[in-house]
């Protein structure tokens, strides 16, 4: 078992399996023979053209968190060929509190969102009528859409789409729409 381990029985094992390339003996002249073998010498020398066959399972190695595929809710209001612009809006969350609140500490409300029963969504219109405005909303999205503006709005938490009401303020040619906030922990959080 001796004579397996000595340097020499090493190379003549590798010239046998696999003969030397005279480019890789004159890359590997100024190295010491121990560290001129490795596990990849053995074999024959596989050529730059011999590529992995690719399969339906490779992955796609770019930077994107998700795919458009993925992203289905809300994209049927996406036109790309509509050249109106996105009016300027204001999500604000509201909640209802009383001197209990504030000044007791009676209740379990505080400032956090999780305690905010509606949100506002404030959306500035200039040069926009009352008629001209058509309003969907749905429980995570809201579409606006006016002959100047249009907007697809995905909102931070799902809302009743029924049970909210719009105000269209004329002096600041504003629409304000209040939608009640629906999440699965309000009857704990707001009692």
Known sequence: MEGLSSINTLHALSALLSPPDEDEEEDCAFVTSNAKLGPGHIGPAK????????SAYTKNYSKAIWSEEEVAEGAHFDDIADPRPQPEYDIILKQSVGT???FLGMSRKDPSSMCCENMVVKIKLPGTKVAEVILDVKETFLDLRTPKYKLGLHLPHPVH??????????EKEELEVTLPMNRLLDCINLA
Do not use: H, M
């Open 100 to 102: 209990e609140d504030i």
């Open 47 to 54: 050529s730059a053209e011999s590529k992995p066959a690719a």
């Open 161 to 170: 789409s029924q049970e909210g009401n719009a105000q269209f303020i004329v």
